[in-house]
Protein backbone atom coordinates (compact mmCIF):
# COMPACT_ATOMS: atom_id res chain seq x y z
CA UNK A 1 0.00 0.00 0.00
CA UNK A 2 3.01 1.97 1.12
CA UNK A 3 5.02 1.49 -2.13
CA UNK A 4 2.04 2.13 -4.27
CA UNK A 5 1.22 5.52 -2.62
CA UNK A 6 5.31 6.18 -3.13
CA UNK A 7 5.35 5.04 -6.43
CA UNK A 8 2.29 7.50 -7.08
CA UNK A 9 4.43 10.23 -5.85
CA UNK A 10 7.52 9.93 -6.94
CA UNK A 11 6.56 10.92 -11.00
CA UNK A 12 4.49 14.05 -9.62
CA UNK A 13 7.42 15.40 -7.64
CA UNK A 14 9.53 14.76 -10.99
CA UNK A 15 6.98 16.76 -12.79
CA UNK A 16 6.44 19.20 -10.03
CA UNK A 17 10.38 19.55 -9.92
CA UNK A 18 10.90 20.19 -13.47
CA UNK A 19 7.61 22.48 -13.97
CA UNK A 20 9.45 24.54 -10.94
CA UNK A 21 12.92 24.61 -12.73
CA UNK A 22 11.56 25.47 -15.98
CA UNK A 23 9.50 28.29 -14.44
CA UNK A 24 12.30 29.74 -12.83
CA UNK A 25 14.73 29.09 -15.71
CA UNK A 26 12.65 30.91 -18.70
CA UNK A 27 11.10 33.32 -16.56
CA UNK A 28 14.88 34.28 -15.34
CA UNK A 29 16.04 34.36 -19.38
CA UNK A 30 13.43 36.20 -20.33
CA UNK A 31 13.17 38.00 -17.22
CA UNK A 32 13.13 41.67 -18.43
CA UNK A 33 10.42 41.03 -21.25
CA UNK A 34 8.35 39.15 -18.96
CA UNK A 35 8.44 41.30 -16.21
CA UNK A 36 7.50 44.34 -18.60
CA UNK A 37 4.52 42.36 -19.58
CA UNK A 38 2.90 41.70 -16.54
CA UNK A 39 3.58 45.64 -15.20
CA UNK A 40 2.42 46.92 -18.80
CA UNK A 41 -0.64 44.87 -18.41
CA UNK A 42 -1.92 45.75 -15.17
CA UNK A 43 -0.10 49.39 -14.64
CA UNK A 44 -3.31 51.35 -14.48
CA UNK A 45 -4.88 48.79 -12.19
CA UNK A 46 -1.48 49.15 -10.12
CA UNK A 47 -2.02 53.12 -10.53
CA UNK A 48 -5.40 53.17 -9.19
CA UNK A 49 -4.92 50.95 -6.31
CA UNK A 50 -1.72 53.23 -5.44
CA UNK A 51 -4.47 56.31 -5.43
CA UNK A 52 -6.85 54.69 -3.41
CA UNK A 53 -4.53 53.70 -1.15
CA UNK A 54 -2.84 56.79 -0.46
CA UNK A 55 -6.15 58.54 -0.43
CA UNK A 56 -7.28 56.00 2.07
CA UNK A 57 -4.08 56.19 4.20
CA UNK A 58 -4.17 60.20 4.62
CA UNK A 59 -7.78 60.01 5.77
CA UNK A 60 -6.81 57.52 8.31
CA UNK A 61 -3.68 59.01 9.53
CA UNK A 62 -5.55 62.27 10.11
CA UNK A 63 -7.83 60.63 12.36
CA UNK A 64 -4.91 58.86 14.68
CA UNK A 65 -3.05 62.40 14.66
CA UNK A 66 -5.65 64.81 15.64
CA UNK A 67 -4.27 65.19 18.91
CA UNK A 68 -0.81 66.10 17.44
CA UNK A 69 -2.37 68.45 15.43
CA UNK A 70 -2.23 71.62 17.73
CA UNK A 71 0.99 71.42 18.54
CA UNK A 72 2.16 70.59 14.63
CA UNK A 73 0.67 73.77 13.51
CA UNK A 74 2.34 76.09 16.16
CA UNK A 75 5.52 74.82 15.54
CA UNK A 76 4.88 75.20 11.16
CA UNK A 77 4.11 78.94 12.51
CA UNK A 78 7.21 79.20 14.26
CA UNK A 79 9.04 77.29 11.19
CA UNK A 80 7.61 79.86 9.15
CA UNK A 81 8.33 82.89 10.67
CA UNK A 82 12.25 81.73 11.06
CA UNK A 83 11.56 80.84 6.87
CA UNK A 84 10.76 84.15 6.33
CA UNK A 85 13.54 85.63 7.75
CA UNK A 86 15.83 83.17 6.29
CA UNK A 87 14.10 83.86 3.17
CA UNK A 88 14.51 87.50 2.85
CA UNK A 89 18.24 87.13 3.62
CA UNK A 90 18.13 84.74 0.84
CA UNK A 91 16.47 87.33 -2.04
CA UNK A 92 19.68 89.63 -0.56
CA UNK A 93 22.14 87.10 -1.70
CA UNK A 94 20.19 86.75 -4.93
CA UNK A 95 20.22 90.06 -6.10
CA UNK A 96 23.65 89.83 -5.01
CA UNK A 97 24.07 86.60 -7.24
CA UNK A 98 22.27 88.18 -10.33
CA UNK A 99 24.26 90.78 -10.76
CA UNK A 100 27.76 89.00 -10.33
CA UNK A 101 26.12 86.77 -13.36
CA UNK A 102 25.36 89.55 -15.16
CA UNK A 103 28.65 90.87 -14.33
CA UNK A 104 30.65 87.80 -15.43
CA UNK A 105 28.23 87.73 -18.77
CA UNK A 106 27.78 83.54 -18.18
CA UNK A 107 24.54 81.56 -17.61
CA UNK A 108 24.97 79.65 -14.11
CA UNK A 109 21.43 78.55 -14.05
CA UNK A 110 21.57 75.29 -15.90
CA UNK A 111 17.96 73.50 -15.22
CA UNK A 112 18.12 69.69 -15.11
CA UNK A 113 16.51 67.46 -18.11
CA UNK A 114 13.84 66.09 -16.49
CA UNK A 115 10.86 63.05 -17.55
CA UNK A 116 7.57 62.95 -15.60
CA UNK A 117 6.57 59.57 -14.05
CA UNK A 118 4.32 57.63 -11.49
CA UNK A 119 4.52 55.90 -8.90
CA UNK A 120 2.73 52.22 -9.70
CA UNK A 121 3.54 50.24 -6.17
CA UNK A 122 5.97 49.63 -3.72
CA UNK A 123 8.23 46.46 -3.56
CA UNK A 124 7.65 44.07 -1.01
CA UNK A 125 11.26 43.66 -0.39
CA UNK A 126 11.39 47.32 0.24
CA UNK A 127 12.86 50.32 -0.46
CA UNK A 128 12.00 49.89 -4.25
CA UNK A 129 9.34 51.26 -5.89
CA UNK A 130 8.21 51.16 -9.24
CA UNK A 131 7.33 54.11 -11.84
CA UNK A 132 5.89 53.88 -15.17
CA UNK A 133 8.95 55.13 -17.11
CA UNK A 134 11.30 52.69 -18.87
CA UNK A 135 13.98 52.43 -21.89
CA UNK A 136 11.09 53.37 -24.26
CA UNK A 137 11.36 57.14 -22.49
CA UNK A 138 15.21 57.29 -22.79
CA UNK A 139 15.39 55.97 -18.93
CA UNK A 140 18.83 54.60 -17.99
CA UNK A 141 20.47 52.98 -14.68
CA UNK A 142 21.52 55.49 -12.01
CA UNK A 143 19.61 57.96 -13.21
CA UNK A 144 18.27 60.59 -9.64
CA UNK A 145 14.69 60.51 -9.06
CA UNK A 146 13.11 63.50 -7.32
CA UNK A 147 9.40 65.07 -6.61
CA UNK A 148 8.78 68.16 -7.54
CA UNK A 149 10.24 69.92 -4.13
CA UNK A 150 13.77 68.93 -4.92
CA UNK A 151 13.59 66.41 -2.63
CA UNK A 152 15.43 62.80 -3.58
CA UNK A 153 13.78 60.02 -3.78
CA UNK A 154 16.66 57.49 -5.09
CA UNK A 155 18.52 56.54 -8.43
CA UNK A 156 17.00 54.00 -11.10
CA UNK A 157 18.32 50.50 -10.47
CA UNK A 158 16.67 48.57 -13.23
CA UNK A 159 15.08 49.91 -16.60
CA UNK A 160 12.35 47.77 -18.46
CA UNK A 161 10.61 48.72 -21.73
CA UNK A 162 7.61 51.08 -19.90
CA UNK A 163 8.50 50.76 -16.68
CA UNK A 164 11.31 51.40 -14.04
CA UNK A 165 12.88 50.14 -10.26
CA UNK A 166 13.54 53.07 -8.52
CA UNK A 167 16.02 52.09 -5.56
CA UNK A 168 15.23 54.55 -2.71
CA UNK A 169 17.90 56.32 -0.83
CA UNK A 170 16.95 53.86 2.01
CA UNK A 171 17.83 50.78 0.30
CA UNK A 172 20.53 49.35 2.00
CA UNK A 173 23.06 49.31 -1.53
CA UNK A 174 22.74 53.11 -1.14
CA UNK A 175 25.83 55.34 -0.32
CA UNK A 176 26.22 58.51 -1.41
CA UNK A 177 27.78 61.90 -0.44
CA UNK A 178 26.34 65.03 1.64
CA UNK A 179 26.93 67.64 3.45
CA UNK A 180 24.24 69.96 5.54
CA UNK A 181 22.80 73.19 4.99
CA UNK A 182 24.56 76.16 6.26
CA UNK A 183 27.76 74.36 8.64
CA UNK A 184 28.68 72.51 5.77
CA UNK A 185 29.34 69.13 7.31
CA UNK A 186 30.65 66.96 5.33
CA UNK A 187 29.83 63.05 5.32
CA UNK A 188 28.42 59.83 3.83
CA UNK A 189 24.69 58.56 3.89
CA UNK A 190 23.67 55.20 3.71
CA UNK A 191 20.28 53.48 3.63
CA UNK A 192 20.02 51.19 6.40
CA UNK A 193 16.22 49.68 5.00
CA UNK A 194 12.92 49.66 6.09
CA UNK A 195 13.09 53.28 5.38
CA UNK A 196 15.98 54.24 7.44
CA UNK A 197 18.91 56.41 6.59
CA UNK A 198 21.86 57.52 8.84
CA UNK A 199 24.76 59.67 8.33
CA UNK A 200 28.08 58.66 8.63
CA UNK A 201 31.72 59.04 8.66
CA UNK A 202 31.46 62.63 10.08
CA UNK A 203 34.38 64.42 11.68
CA UNK A 204 34.43 64.41 15.42
CA UNK A 205 35.09 68.29 15.19
CA UNK A 206 32.29 69.95 14.04
CA UNK A 207 29.26 70.40 16.31
CA UNK A 208 26.19 68.44 14.37
CA UNK A 209 22.51 69.08 15.67
CA UNK A 210 19.22 67.88 15.12
CA UNK A 211 17.42 69.08 12.50
CA UNK A 212 20.06 69.92 10.52
CA UNK A 213 19.24 69.32 7.40
CA UNK A 214 21.44 67.23 4.65
CA UNK A 215 21.14 67.78 0.85
CA UNK A 216 23.28 66.09 -1.80
CA UNK A 217 27.26 67.39 -2.71
CA UNK A 218 28.64 67.10 -6.21
CA UNK A 219 31.52 64.40 -4.95
CA UNK A 220 30.95 60.73 -5.98
CA UNK A 221 28.69 62.25 -9.52
CA UNK A 222 25.97 60.17 -8.29
CA UNK A 223 23.10 63.05 -7.96
CA UNK A 224 23.12 66.71 -8.75
CA UNK A 225 24.19 69.01 -5.69
CA UNK A 226 21.82 70.50 -3.20
CA UNK A 227 19.05 68.09 -3.44
CA UNK A 228 17.22 67.55 -0.11
CA UNK A 229 17.92 63.92 1.51
CA UNK A 230 16.19 64.60 4.99
CA UNK A 231 16.95 65.96 8.49
CA UNK A 232 19.28 64.93 11.27
CA UNK A 233 17.30 63.05 13.95
CA UNK A 234 19.46 62.12 16.26
CA UNK A 235 23.15 62.66 16.79
CA UNK A 236 25.54 59.51 17.77
CA UNK A 237 28.72 60.55 19.56
CA UNK A 238 30.82 57.53 20.76
CA UNK A 239 34.38 58.16 22.85
CA UNK A 240 35.43 54.60 21.24
CA UNK A 241 34.88 56.09 17.70
CA UNK A 242 36.94 58.04 15.61
CA UNK A 243 33.89 59.63 13.54
CA UNK A 244 30.36 60.41 14.53
CA UNK A 245 27.41 59.44 12.97
CA UNK A 246 23.62 60.43 13.20
CA UNK A 247 20.22 59.13 12.31
CA UNK A 248 18.56 60.76 9.53
CA UNK A 249 14.45 61.01 8.90
CA UNK A 250 14.17 61.25 5.12
CA UNK A 251 12.27 64.36 3.37
CA UNK A 252 10.24 61.48 1.19
CA UNK A 253 6.84 60.59 1.79
CA UNK A 254 6.19 57.73 -0.57
CA UNK A 255 2.32 58.49 1.03
CA UNK A 256 1.71 61.23 0.21
CA UNK A 257 3.58 61.07 -3.23
CA UNK A 258 2.17 60.07 -6.69
CA UNK A 259 4.27 61.87 -8.84
CA UNK A 260 8.14 62.15 -9.56
CA UNK A 261 11.20 63.06 -12.04
CA UNK A 262 13.70 61.25 -13.82
CA UNK A 263 16.81 63.80 -13.88
CA UNK A 264 18.45 62.43 -17.22
CA UNK A 265 21.07 64.79 -17.66
CA UNK A 266 22.57 66.65 -15.14
CA UNK B 1 -10.49 21.88 -11.92
CA UNK B 2 -9.30 24.05 -14.55
CA UNK B 3 -11.59 26.60 -13.49
CA UNK B 4 -9.98 26.09 -9.90
CA UNK B 5 -6.39 26.39 -11.42
CA UNK B 6 -7.67 29.33 -13.27
CA UNK B 7 -9.35 31.50 -10.43
CA UNK B 8 -6.07 30.72 -7.83
CA UNK B 9 -3.68 32.06 -10.69
CA UNK B 10 -6.06 35.42 -10.92
CA UNK B 11 -7.03 35.57 -7.29
CA UNK B 12 -2.99 35.71 -6.71
CA UNK B 13 -2.37 38.01 -9.34
CA UNK B 14 -4.87 40.28 -7.90
CA UNK B 15 -3.79 39.65 -4.45
CA UNK B 16 0.06 40.71 -5.71
CA UNK B 17 -1.18 44.10 -7.60
CA UNK B 18 -3.06 45.05 -4.42
CA UNK B 19 -0.92 44.02 -1.48
CA UNK B 20 2.65 46.08 -3.91
CA UNK B 21 0.01 49.00 -4.67
CA UNK B 22 -2.65 49.45 -1.71
CA UNK B 23 -1.52 48.14 1.58
CA UNK B 24 2.05 49.35 1.22
CA UNK B 25 1.05 52.37 2.15
CA UNK B 26 -0.14 51.27 5.84
CA UNK B 27 3.48 50.37 6.52
CA UNK B 28 4.56 50.86 9.68
CA UNK B 29 8.58 50.78 10.62
CA UNK B 30 9.20 49.95 6.58
CA UNK B 31 6.86 46.98 7.03
CA UNK B 32 3.54 46.19 5.67
CA UNK B 33 1.39 42.94 5.62
CA UNK B 34 2.48 40.14 3.32
CA UNK B 35 -1.59 39.38 2.48
CA UNK B 36 0.07 36.72 -0.35
CA UNK B 37 2.06 34.47 2.21
CA UNK B 38 -0.36 34.74 5.07
CA UNK B 39 -2.91 32.84 2.28
CA UNK B 40 -0.78 30.69 1.13
CA UNK B 41 0.42 30.05 4.57
CA UNK B 42 -3.61 29.31 5.71
CA UNK B 43 -4.43 27.49 2.83
CA UNK B 44 -1.35 25.13 2.98
CA UNK B 45 -1.90 24.56 6.84
CA UNK B 46 -5.85 23.65 5.92
CA UNK B 47 -5.38 21.49 3.36
CA UNK B 48 -5.54 17.36 4.01
CA UNK B 49 -2.10 16.46 4.63
CA UNK B 50 -2.89 13.33 1.96
CA UNK B 51 -3.20 15.97 -1.23
CA UNK B 52 -0.47 18.02 -2.35
CA UNK B 53 -2.65 20.10 -5.11
CA UNK B 54 -1.33 23.32 -2.93
CA UNK B 55 2.36 23.19 -4.67
CA UNK B 56 0.33 24.68 -7.66
CA UNK B 57 -0.12 27.94 -5.04
CA UNK B 58 3.12 27.84 -4.11
CA UNK B 59 3.95 27.89 -7.63
CA UNK B 60 1.88 30.88 -8.48
CA UNK B 61 1.81 33.00 -5.30
CA UNK B 62 5.66 32.41 -5.88
CA UNK B 63 5.81 33.32 -9.16
CA UNK B 64 3.77 36.87 -8.98
CA UNK B 65 5.77 38.03 -5.67
CA UNK B 66 8.94 37.45 -7.98
CA UNK B 67 7.23 38.89 -10.94
CA UNK B 68 6.41 42.27 -8.71
CA UNK B 69 9.72 42.19 -6.85
CA UNK B 70 13.25 43.62 -7.35
CA UNK B 71 14.84 40.13 -6.22
CA UNK B 72 16.70 37.47 -8.02
CA UNK B 73 13.93 35.48 -9.92
CA UNK B 74 12.45 32.27 -8.46
CA UNK B 75 13.43 33.24 -4.80
CA UNK B 76 10.02 33.66 -3.95
CA UNK B 77 9.01 30.29 -5.86
CA UNK B 78 11.80 28.29 -4.28
CA UNK B 79 11.00 29.83 -0.55
CA UNK B 80 7.29 29.11 -0.81
CA UNK B 81 8.25 25.62 -1.94
CA UNK B 82 10.06 25.13 1.22
CA UNK B 83 7.26 26.58 3.11
CA UNK B 84 4.72 24.28 1.84
CA UNK B 85 7.08 21.14 2.78
CA UNK B 86 7.78 22.92 6.25
CA UNK B 87 3.96 23.28 6.89
CA UNK B 88 2.93 19.96 5.98
CA UNK B 89 5.64 18.04 7.92
CA UNK B 90 4.81 20.25 10.82
CA UNK B 91 1.05 19.62 10.14
CA UNK B 92 1.81 15.64 10.21
CA UNK B 93 4.03 15.59 12.95
CA UNK B 94 1.35 18.44 15.29
CA UNK B 95 -1.54 16.18 14.03
CA UNK B 96 0.01 13.14 15.85
CA UNK B 97 -0.08 14.91 19.07
CA UNK B 98 -3.92 15.98 18.73
CA UNK B 99 -6.38 16.46 15.76
CA UNK B 100 -7.11 19.43 16.05
CA UNK B 101 -6.62 22.83 14.14
CA UNK B 102 -5.50 24.81 16.50
CA UNK B 103 -4.10 28.47 16.07
CA UNK B 104 -1.39 27.62 18.50
CA UNK B 105 -0.08 25.56 16.08
CA UNK B 106 -1.30 28.20 13.18
CA UNK B 107 1.03 30.87 14.52
CA UNK B 108 3.77 28.49 15.51
CA UNK B 109 4.29 27.35 11.72
CA UNK B 110 3.05 30.87 10.04
CA UNK B 111 5.83 32.38 12.60
CA UNK B 112 8.51 29.98 11.26
CA UNK B 113 7.30 30.57 7.71
CA UNK B 114 8.06 34.63 7.71
CA UNK B 115 11.46 33.92 9.38
CA UNK B 116 12.24 30.72 6.31
CA UNK B 117 10.94 33.52 3.69
CA UNK B 118 13.36 36.36 5.28
CA UNK B 119 15.84 33.59 5.47
CA UNK B 120 16.04 32.74 1.78
CA UNK B 121 15.47 36.59 0.82
CA UNK B 122 18.54 37.54 2.47
CA UNK B 123 20.62 34.69 1.69
CA UNK B 124 19.03 34.83 -2.31
CA UNK B 125 20.15 38.63 -2.03
CA UNK B 126 23.70 38.28 -0.26
CA UNK B 127 25.09 35.65 -2.88
CA UNK B 128 23.29 37.29 -6.51
CA UNK B 129 22.62 40.72 -5.81
CA UNK B 130 25.40 41.10 -3.45
CA UNK B 131 23.04 42.88 -1.20
CA UNK B 132 23.86 43.30 2.83
CA UNK B 133 20.18 41.99 3.33
CA UNK B 134 20.71 40.76 6.98
CA UNK B 135 19.46 36.92 7.12
CA UNK B 136 17.03 37.33 9.99
CA UNK B 137 16.20 40.72 9.65
CA UNK B 138 17.20 41.60 13.15
CA UNK B 139 14.25 44.28 14.23
CA UNK B 140 12.55 44.54 11.18
CA UNK B 141 11.80 40.68 11.53
CA UNK B 142 10.11 41.57 14.96
CA UNK B 143 8.28 44.07 13.14
CA UNK B 144 7.32 41.80 10.30
CA UNK B 145 5.95 39.11 12.69
CA UNK B 146 3.58 41.43 15.23
CA UNK B 147 2.38 43.20 11.90
CA UNK B 148 1.60 39.96 9.86
CA UNK B 149 0.82 37.67 12.50
CA UNK B 150 -2.93 40.03 13.65
CA UNK B 151 -4.38 39.06 10.01
CA UNK B 152 -3.11 35.53 9.18
CA UNK B 153 -4.74 34.76 12.83
CA UNK B 154 -7.95 36.39 11.49
CA UNK B 155 -7.79 34.29 8.52
CA UNK B 156 -7.44 31.13 10.21
CA UNK B 157 -10.30 32.09 12.26
CA UNK B 158 -12.16 33.13 8.69
CA UNK B 159 -11.05 29.91 6.80
CA UNK B 160 -11.67 27.38 9.62
CA UNK B 161 -15.70 29.25 10.12
CA UNK B 162 -15.99 29.47 5.98
CA UNK B 163 -13.96 27.15 4.71
CA UNK B 164 -13.78 27.96 1.08
CA UNK B 165 -11.85 24.74 0.26
CA UNK B 166 -14.07 22.81 1.83
CA UNK B 167 -12.76 19.86 0.18
CA UNK B 168 -9.32 20.32 1.86
CA UNK B 169 -10.78 20.43 4.93
CA UNK B 170 -10.84 17.24 7.10
Redesign the interface.
Known sequence: MINNSQKR?TP?IIV?AI??VL??LL??IF?SN??NF?YLT?SS???S??Q???N??DF?YSFLRVKDLKNDNEQLILDNQKLLLQVSALEDLEKENQTLREALEINLQKDFEMVFSQI?????????I?IDKGSEDNILKDMPVINQEMVLFGKI??VYGSFS?V?LI?N??CVFDAKTIGKEIYGIVKGK????LYFDLISREVELKEKDVLVTTALGGKFPQNLLIGEVEKVIKEDTKPFQSADIKPFFD??KTDNLFIITNF | MQYKFLAIILFFYFLTLFQNSFVSHFAIFGVFPNLVLILFCLLSFFENSHRYFNIFLALTAGFFLDIFSNSFFGVSIFSFIIIYFFIKETIHFLRDISQEYSVIYFILTFIFSIILYGFFFGLFSRFLNHSSLSLFGGYALVAKIAYNLPFAVAGFYLLKRYPIFKNEIR
Open positions: RRIVVTISSKVKFSLQKFWIGGTSLISKDISEDFLSERATENGNSNLE
